[in-house]
């Protein structure tokens, strides 16, 4: 039995403590599960490893309808691979694999070690950086040229950073803020269908075997290429996660300089590195939730789930379950010695193929293991003073002060 929730609706405490609320009500109430309603809307939340499974195994929920408009048009849009299921998912999805395992991870994490070594050299000696307000160019960069996108003018470079960014950062709200990223990213979209325009008629020619080029050859399951305003939806896919990988390599620095015990293990033993960077993405609170519509009609603990059933996952409470991560709140990479990192849900779970499990899990994580190798190795120090608390009512949750490094 799935227990409901005596109060009428959720939606108050819900978006107060979104990374907490769930799991903390299935603490009080001792289920794992419950049903309860948001906005109006009849929900049923669930947490912990055989929810995950239940939720992202299995072919049981489609994303239609499933998020507002409000993040659905700022983190995926119509037409992406997000919207899609079964063989038109899975013909679409094995084009982002293709991309960023085998070898594209590691491609996109060197380019990244390189840029930050560069902006490290440049910021030595010199006033204090925040960390955030400088991470998304260099991350912007190693997109664009990992993706193989030819340099654009300086300024236009900075307005796409800003547009990709905002997309991320105001998924989480609602009214003004919201709209000004949504026209923000009618930009992008408009500047990545010339792009891909440009690469189809030969105006413009990505380097050999690059994403780009490649993905401007996409076809649907029909073996027609892709309608261009998806393609360009689809190199958004691409660009603007990695520039949301920002968030994590903060919340890696900040871990860095808490515990000053690790650098020298980090800069000497990529293996560690990789295994700080999972602990990172574990404990990180980024994507609170996750929602999906049942496609199907099942059962799952004596409850019956009726097609078109509203479900929201919870991430970052599947991520601190104790059953599964012993003293989840404790910063430990070691745990990854023993503990399979395929369990952390940050960015979903199931198969990568069949499911909706990221693509760009690999790549996510040799990103952060590269940035802490490359700050392991330098010299620097938090400033004192600065507002190190994280900011858990916003979503993704942020460092206050940004992270203000100085440099030797
Ligand atoms: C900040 C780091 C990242 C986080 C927190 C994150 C999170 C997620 C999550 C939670 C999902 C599952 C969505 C669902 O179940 O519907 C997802 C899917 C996806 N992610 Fe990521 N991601 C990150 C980085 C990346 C990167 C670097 C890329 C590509 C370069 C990427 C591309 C995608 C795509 C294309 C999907 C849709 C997959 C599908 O529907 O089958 N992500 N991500």
């Known amino acids: ?112 070690a390189v840029e930050l070594e560069a902006a490290i050299a440049r910021w030595r000696g010199g006033d204090p950086v925040v960390l955030h307000d400088e991470l998304g160019p260099i991350l912007a960069r190693t997109a664009f040229r990992w993706a193989g996108i030819p340099d654009i003018p300086e300024k236009e470079f900075h307005a796409r950073t800003g547009e990709l960014a905002a997309m991320v950062e105001r998924a989480g709200t609602f009214g003004p803020l919201n709209w000004a990223a949504r026209l923000g990213r009618h930009r992008t979209e408009r500047w990545a269908t010339r792009l891909i325009v440009a690469v189809r008629d030969g105006r413009v020619v990505p380097p050999a075997g690059s994403p780009l080029e490649a993905l401007a050859r996409w076809t649907g399951d029909d073996g027609l290429p892709l309608p261009e305003d998806v393609a360009a939806i689809e190199l958004l896919n691409l660009l603007r996660p990695t520039v949301a990988v920002v968030r994590l390599v903060e919340f890696a620095a900040l871990a860095l300089s808490e515990r000053p015990v690790h650098r020298d293990t980090v800069a000497e033993d990529p293996a560690a590195a990789a295994r700080f960077a999972h602990e990172v993405r574990r404990r990180t609170p980024f994507f609170p939730i996750i929602a999906g519509r049942v496609r199907r009609p099942f059962s799952w603990r004596e409850a019956d789930f009726a097609e078109g059933d509203w479900v929201m996952l919870d991430l970052y409470g599947t991520n601190h379950d104790a059953r599964l991560w012993p003293d989840p709140d404790r910063f430990d990479p070691d745990r990854f010695l023993t503990a399979d990192p395929r369990h952390i849900v940050a960015q979903g779970g199931g198969d990568y193929l069949e499911d909706h499990r990221c693509p760009g899990e690999s790549a996510t994580n040799a990103i952060i293991a590269a940035g802490v190798r490359v700050l392991a190795r330098a010299s620097w120090q938090a400033e004192p003073g600065q507002d190190l608390r994280v900011t858990w009512s916003e979503m993704p949750a942020k460092i206050r002060s940004g992270l203000r490094l100085r440099f030797a």
């Open 1 to 112: 039995m799935i227990p409901t929730l005596a109060t009428p609706d959720s939606s108050v405490p819900f978006v107060a403590d979104g990374y907490r609320y769930i799991s903390s009500t299935c603490d009080r109430i001792g289920s794992d599960a419950f049903r309860t309603r948001l906005m109006g809307r009849p929900v049923v939340c669930i947490r912990g490893a055989e929810a995950a499974r239940l939720f992202y195994e299995g072919g049981r929920f489609d994303r239609a309808g499933a998020m507002p408009p409000s993040v659905l048009h700022l983190l995926q849009d119509v037409g992406s691979v997000q919207t899609l299921e079964d063989d038109s998912h899975r013909h679409r999805k094995g084009g982002f694999l293709a991309l960023l395992t085998a070898g594209g991870d590691e491609r996109m994490a060197d380019l990244f």
